[in-house]
Every structure is written in structure tokens, then in C-alpha cells.
């Protein structure tokens, strides 16, 4: 059942993906003002804030308002490199080089020298998510760059979140988390440079159905997020991680099926090359996150 459960919930988030793809790519919104709305309405959070509060040491405070600026850093590079890429190759390119970052951190930060079995998850995660990423264009190189550095920096807020959420409830971190990451969006309005880029810079398309679709992309995100957080309660943590590469096949399935039939809607490399590298590419990532997350 926890397998199943898991598969849905990667379903779901592959469905998200997308969704942010179209209404970044499609409905022209730009990654810095989708950051900006995505976060800002995540703080509806806050309103579960009067039975989660508890007062935590500054230490802490601090650590959780830095790592949700982290957040919403590393969510706008993201959203910059999807804008300029296809979902199926942008987003196992990111996931699949954050467990690769997060290696580096260990070793940098706590002298932690990688296993046999995730320097083997890696040998099949790095050239998996490369050959997902290839693109024969001149400013590929410069695209495979933003796309590293969105992976580091998600591995950095990763860091940093375990770190802020070890004293107090998990729920009270993150209200301090996502404050801060709304923080980093909105002091910034006073500069009218920065707030003509938010709210003014290009009209939207089919405005009022391109608000009703991101609220819905954003509350089925959200509850797709509190289903996840119950399956690492309900069961293993490596479980769980260990089928994130379904994720990855259903944005391809997906993206493949609208791409064909619906492709004003979403735009993806269909040729046989690009197929043929794409599965090979998932396959080696699918096969390196089962090995890194069901080690002994």
C-alpha cells in the first residue's frame, strides 16, 4: 500500500511540474513574479501558526528565516531554468544532482567521505541526468550551469532546514521558514525597479483563467505536500525517496502525451534521438536513486 500510496503522490507532483512549466512557458509569466506569487501564497500557512507556535531560541529563528530565503533563491533559479528548458529535461536534471550536492556539502561541511553505494548511485545519477539534459545547441553549456547551480542551491536550503528545524515542532520551523522566504520577495517592493518586474512588467494571458490555474496548481501542491510529509510518517524515509524516480517517468509520460496531442499546451523534443537519450537517461537515474536510498 505505501508503494502505491508513494507512486500517487509522485503522480500528483509530476502533474505540478507541469503546471508550473505551462503557466511559466505557456502563459508567459515571468520566473521571478511566479516565484514571487508562489511563495507570497504559500504563507496561508501561517494561519495554522496560533496551535504550531512556540518560542524558539535565536539561534534557530535565524537559521529558519535564512533557509527559507534559500528557498525562494533556489525556487526562482529553478523556475528560470524550466522557463528556458523542457519539464523532462529541467526537473531530473535538478532532483537527481541534489543528492550529488548534498555529498559534496557532507564533505565539505562535516569531512564525511560518500560510500561505496552512493559513489555507485552517483556513477548512474550524474551521466543519467547529463544525457537527460543534452541538448546539440551552442548555449547548452550555459543552461546545464543554471541548472547545477539551482541543484546546489536547493542542497544548501536542504542543509540549512535540518539544521533550523531541530529544536521546537516541525510545523513551528516552518512557519519561521516560510517567512523568511517571503520576506526575501516582498521587502524588496520598495525599490520600484523590483515591483514594476512583480506586478507590471507583461500583461497575462487569459488573465482570469490563468489565476484560477495557479491557485489550483498551488493547493494541489500544497496537499500533495502534506500527503508526502504523512508517507514519510506512515512509513520508511528511504522508502519513499527511493521512488522519486517515478516522478521523473510520469513528467516525461505526461509531457510526452501533451506534446503530441496538445502541443500549443506544452512543447517538448520529440525526434527519435531525443526520445531514445531521454529514456536511457531516466533509466539511469531511476536505477541510481534506488540504490542511493535503499542502501543498508
Known sequence: MLVFLTILNYLIQAVVDLLDKFLISTRKIEPVSYTFFTVVTGLVLLALWPWNFDVLPAKYVLLNLFSGALFSLSLYVFFVALSQGEASRVIPFVFALVPAADMLLALVFKRRLPSIGELAAFSL????????????????????????????????????????????????????????????????????????????????????????????????????????????????????????????????????????????????????????????????????????????
Open 125 to 296: 545519477l550524474i551521466p543519467g541526468a547529463l544525457l537527460l539534459s543534452f541538448k546539440d545547441t551552442k548555449s547548452w553549456h550555459k543552461h546545464v550551469l543554471l541548472k547545477i547551480l539551482s541543484a546546489f542551491l536547493f542542497s544548501l536550503y536542504y542543509y540549512f532546514w535540518k539544521y533550523g528545524a531541530q529544536a521546537g515542532p516541525t510545523m513551528n520551523n516552518l512557519m519561521w521558514n516560510r517567512l523568511g522566504a517571503a520576506a526575501v520577495l516582498v521587502l524588496p517592493l520598495a525599490w520600484p525597479a523590483y515591483r514594476y518586474k512583480i506586478f507590471g512588467a507583461r500583461k497575462l494571458q487569459n488573465k482570469k483563467s490563468t489565476s484560477l490555474l495557479f491557485l489550483f496548481k498551488q493547493l494541489l501542491g500544497g496537499v500533495n505536500f502534506i500527503f508526502y510529509s504523512f508517507l514519510l510518517v506512515l512509513g520508511s524515509i528511504f522508502t519513499v525517496n527511493a521512488l522519486q524516480g517515478f516522478r521523473y517517468v510520469f513528467v516525461f509520460l505526461l509531457g510526452f502525451t501533451l506534446s503530441k496531442r496538445r502541443r500549443h499546451l506544452l512543447e517538448e523534443d520529440m525526434d527519435r534521438e531525443s526520445i531514445y537519450r531521454k529514456v536511457f537517461g531516466l533509466a539511469l537515474v531511476f536505477i541510481g536513486a534506488l540504490v542511493l536510498f535503499l542502501q543498508p
